[in-house]
């Protein structure tokens, strides 16, 4: 049973930043396609970043670009995303999910089959 644990979030002003981590046991890491979600209070879950098996494509939503990050430690089996510069609107539960590997970024969230509980992140002004 693949499980997928976030860590990292939290209470920051606007302007700072967080780390948000994804522990995933139970499968095999390295073989899957990365990607962090986030969902803010009446709205639905929006894609946020991804990143290919091997760390070689990475992708983002626009609002993102320049101020996060998205990074892997295969070894350590976890998915990190760098979170500078944030502003309130980046306020969400974040979510992190694995899906097979693709050619292409994959931005959807049913193509993604495990997913982790959550993460808050709420930025004050």
């Known amino acids: 049973q693949v499980q997928l644990v976030e860590s990292g979030g939290g209470l920051v002003q606007a302007g700072g930043s967080l780390r948000l981590s994804c522990a995933v046991s139970g499968g095999t890491f390295s073989t899957y396609d990365m990607g962090w979600f986030r969902q803010a209070p009446g709205k639905e879950r929006e894609f946020v970043a991804a990143?290919?098996?091997?760390?070689?494509?990475?992708c983002y939503v626009d609002s993102v670009k320049g101020r996060f990050t998205i990074s892997r430690d295969n070894a350590k089996k976890t998915v990190y995303l760098q979170m500078n510069s944030l502003k309130p609107e980046d306020t969400a539960v974040y979510y992190c999910?694995?899906?097979?590997?693709?050619?292409?970024?994959?931005?959807?969230?049913?193509?993604?089959?495990?997913w982790g509980q959550g993460t808050q992140v709420t930025v004050s002004s």
């Open positions: 990143l290919s098996r091997s760390g070689g494509r990475t």
């Open positions: 999910a694995a899906s097979a590997p693709y050619y292409n970024c994959r931005t959807r969230p049913h193509d993604y089959v495990y």
